[in-house]
């Protein structure tokens, strides 16, 4: 079958806002045929269009391309083993769906930054806490991360992109971060899930706990135990373990997907829900 050409997509958008529902219905089946990077830059002029009927039309159609395309990258990510999977990329892919249009590229590259700061002080002579030092040092100080205490449950605290433009976020989104940066560097980092709360574990000669949420504190096994006590449940093992990159997406995700429950906003919750099915049931 022919590839569809610009004028061919520009065509059949406009035939898409025809008044006569089964010329409009075929236009979207061709379209829907053609690569979805191929119509969405049409797609995002036409909803600007000047015929309100192609308007309201490309910007539904616009959506429900976006989503699909979503729904694509996630069954290729969730697709993978486990050792393989990409942390970075989930965490971005969760991003995604609030932020369609943005380019995450640039945030890739302030994670690049970030480690090589560190990089110029590094040695690999330094002892796991100067290391430790020198990174909250990068990411606190410098970069001025820190938990968002005041809009907590906002979903933007959910998407990396908005945690670095704002320097705020949540124990997960700040952790994630924390790893992301420390891998780069080649530091033994893992992110661990308490019960309502999310640490990175370090394990080099001895094993700390470090929470990004509260500038990079350091925490021994007992106070970890501490808090899961405090939090009303009871201690179990596995909870000071690390986590896989697929569970700490899937917690991400969970987030989210809370949060839009509790505002009233199921059709997000619902397309969330599906990226957690994804997700968890290649797992």
């Known amino acids: 079958m022919r590839r569809l050409t610009a004028e061919d ?38 909803v600007s269009d000047a015929d309100p009927l192609v308007r309201g039309r490309a910007r539904l159609f616009l959506e429900e391309l976006r989503l699909a395309d979503l729904h694509e990258r996630w069954e290729r990510l969730a697709s993978q083993s486990d050792s393989v999977l990409d942390l970075e990329t989930g965490a971005f892919l969760v991003a995604k769906y609030r932020y369609p249009e943005v380019d ?65 976020g949540i124990p997960i989104t700040l952790s994630v971060i924390y790893i992301l940066v420390g891998r780069r560097l080649g530091l033994p980092l893992d992110g661990v899930g308490l019960p309502g709360h999310f640490l990175v574990r370090y394990s080099g000669e001895d094993t700390v706990w470090i929470d990004p949420f509260h500038r990079g504190r350091l925490l021994t096994r007992e106070d970890c135990i501490r808090h899961v006590r405090a939090m009303g449940y009871p201690f179990r093992e596995h909870f000071l373990k690390p986590m896989k990159a697929r569970t700490i997406l899937a917690r991400m995700l969970n987030n989210l997907h809370r949060i839009y429950v509790e505002t009233d906003q199921p059709l997000q919750a619902e397309h969330i829900k599906g990226f957690q099915d994804i997700l968890t049931q290649k797992g």
């Not at 002579?125 to 909250?136: A, C, D, F, K």
Request: with cysteine; hydrophobic share 40%; proline share 6%.
């Open 104 to 168: 995450m590229e640039p945030y890739r590259r302030w994670l690049d930054a970030q480690a090589d700061a560190v990089a110029a002080q590094f040695d690999p002579g330094l002892s796991m806490y100067r290391t430790i030092g020198l990174l909250n040092m990068q990411l606190f100080e410098k970069a001025g991360l820190q938990g968002d205490d005041v809009r907590y449950y906002d979903p933007d605290n959910s998407c990396l992109n908005r945690v670095i433009d704002r320097k705020r």
């Open 9 to 46: 997509i520009q065509a059949l958008i406009r035939l898409m806002g025809d008044s006569d529902p089964r010329t409009a219905t075929f236009a979207r089946q061709k379209l829907l045929e053609a690569p979805v990077e191929d119509v969405l830059p049409h797609l995002k002029t036409a």
